[in-house]
């Protein structure tokens, strides 16, 4: 019924558990799953005047949360492998999390988003998280969401 | 992967879609599908200019229409040959999400599958009220379905 679902991660329990579930669905369903990992751009000026993020720490960075990322989409692909589910994965630059999710959606051709109820940014008492809540309100594919 | 699957219906088109997804989802898996429609009777506690004496007539019509939108879900699930079972919720109080959760749980449910914007969805916001509540108080999964009208519009 689903082509083609994101899962997007931020390596965060709850992004887990709909890794895991959303994969085992996706071998249900027979779809296949991109992974996404947003790395967000760092700002130039937030840092207050006469303080610029030089090229080269900015350059670095990102080169680590890189890799953070693609460590997450390697265990990712990993348990869609032993699944037998399509997969492939993005991990790239975005503005905001919400953003990179939404343009890969849109690229990949993705009719489904499956993710956690909150990430790394949720605080253990909010409910929902903030990026799930912009995808939840804005996404026109279905969203399922794990908790 | 899911075995019962609750299915909150208002009758209104963007209901549908979430039925018509729930039942994708359902069939040919040995899943059930719990189809719940809740007669809210606080549109009518609310709706001041309403002259008192019509209520129990307003509140009948209300649960025969209820009934109604029932009976076609199930019957939309049946003859797409998905096994399925229906609750009537009359008399609650409080959100309706807390309804659909309340008995996502009674009933054991694993997933909710619900479209957004239900009828007491207000076109500025952008997401159903009763649909954000569930997801926010579900303990399980929940997949929401935009409607198909509501994408129409939203691309223009």
Known sequence: MF??????????PTANKAVKSGIQLAKMLGSAVT??????????GVYGEGYMFSNTARAKLEK????VGR??????ARLARRAGVRFDSVCARAQTPYDGIMDTARRKYCDAIFMGSHGRRGIAAMVMGSVTNKVLAKSRIPVLVFR | MY???????????TSTRGLEEA?????????TLVILHAVDEAVVAYGGDIVPVYINELLESMREGGKRIIAKAVAKARGRGVKVKS????????????IIVSHAKKQRADLIVIGTHGRRGVTRLVMGSDAEGVVRKSPVPVLLVRSREQTRRAKR
């Open chain 1, 71 to 76: 460590r997450h989409l390697a265990g990712m």
């Open chain 2, 3 to 13: 075995r019962k699957i609750l299915v909150p219906i208002d009758g209104s088109r």
């Open chain 1, 3 to 12: 082509r083609r679902v994101l899962i997007p991660t931020d390596g965060s």
């Open chain 2, 23 to 31: 039942i994708r989802l359902a069939k040919g898996r040995n899943a």
């Open chain 1, 35 to 44: 992974g996404y990992y947003a790395v967000e751009s760092i700002p130039t």
């Open chain 2, 87 to 98: 609750l009537l919720v009359e008399k609650f109080v409080g959100p309706v999400a807390d």
């Open chain 1, 64 to 67: 680590r949360a890189k890799a």
